[in-house]
């Protein structure tokens, strides 16, 4: 049964993307349940980082669940309906106030590309496999969506990737710049944890307005919200956690902060 799996550990909030009959392809259910999922970890205050990943050992996203199309892509309303609800979910690890990591391991496709182009930051093991097969479907492919190619990878890599429908390694995915890390498959679950244990170790806000700054930076000038991106940043310095960074500086000893 195809499924969102939501699970705590520690300061990390993980959702795994369940279908591991067809790879973990995207149902609609599963599109329309993941901005609250994200949602839910974004305001509990004892999580600091978001990682998506997928069930198994196969596959991360192999794409939407490409059975569905006749029946929910079928007609113009139809199609409508399912684009808004993959949308909602492409702009959820956007909008989160928290980083969002994609721990990739194989399959990497379509849907499940542009998912993991819609987080902060990306890992991947030796054996990720990517592609944007759109033209190889006949499928239009949103502005916004090639957008969010385009800030991450470029002009010229995005449109070579939705042009030629390419296979792609690890290899080639960090030349391009769409993961940060390559690990053996067999680090990637420590590589993405140590990832989120620097993060869990540092302040909230300074991640939180980071984040948006870097999410408002890559908007047209007029989109930009730059107002609340200045009082995200003098919320940092008013912060009891700017007074305990000083105070552990000069103690020399770690930080702990409450994100307050």
């Given at each position: 049964m195809p499924?969102?799996?939501?699970?705590?550990?520690?300061?990390?909030?993980?959702?795994?993307?369940?279908?591991p009959a067809?790879?973990?392809?995207?149902?609609?259910d599963m599109w329309s349940r993941l901005p609250n999922a994200v949602a839910e970890f974004d305001a509990n205050p004892?999580?600091?980082v978001i990682v998506f990943k997928g069930e198994g050992e196969k596959a991360f996203i192999s794409g939407a669940d490409i059975s569905q199309f006749e029946k929910l892509r079928g007609s113009a309303q139809a199609q409508i309906e399912y684009n808004?609800?993959?949308?909602?979910?492409?702009?959820?690890?956007?909008?989160?106030?928290?980083p969002v990591?994609?721990?990739i391991r194989g399959i990497c496709i379509g849907g499940g590309l542009g998912l993991a182009a819609a987080c902060d930051l990306r890992i991947c093991a030796e054996d990720a496999v990517f592609r944007m097969p759109a033209a190889r479907l006949?499928?239009?492919y949103s502005p916004n969506g090639v957008r969010r190619f385009m800030n991450v990878i470029g002009a010229a890599n995005t449109l070579e990737i939705f042009a030629t429908a390419k296979k792609f390694g690890a290899a080639e995915a960090l030349r391009m710049g769409f993961v940060s890390r390559v690990v053996p498959v067999?680090?990637?679950e420590k590589a993405t944890a140590e990832t989120c244990r620097m993060i869990a170790e540092n302040a909230p806000l300074t991640v939180a307005a980071a984040k948006f700054a870097v999410q408002q930076g890559m908007k047209d000038p007029g989109e930009r919200d730059t107002k609340k991106a200045m009082q995200m940043v003098e919320a940092c310095f008013a912060s009891e956690d700017h007074k305990e960074g000083?105070?552990?500086?000069?103690?020399?000893?770690?930080?702990?902060?409450?994100?307050?």
């Open positions: 499924d969102i799996i939501t699970r705590i550990d520690g300061a990390v909030g993980t959702v795994v993307f369940s279908n067809k790879l973990n392809a995207m149902s609609m004892a999580i600091r808004r609800a993959a949308e909602s979910a492409y702009l959820a690890p956007m909008q989160a106030r928290k990591i994609a721990s006949g499928l239009g067999a680090e990637l000083r105070k552990a500086f000069m103690e020399k000893r770690t930080p702990q902060f409450h994100g307050r």
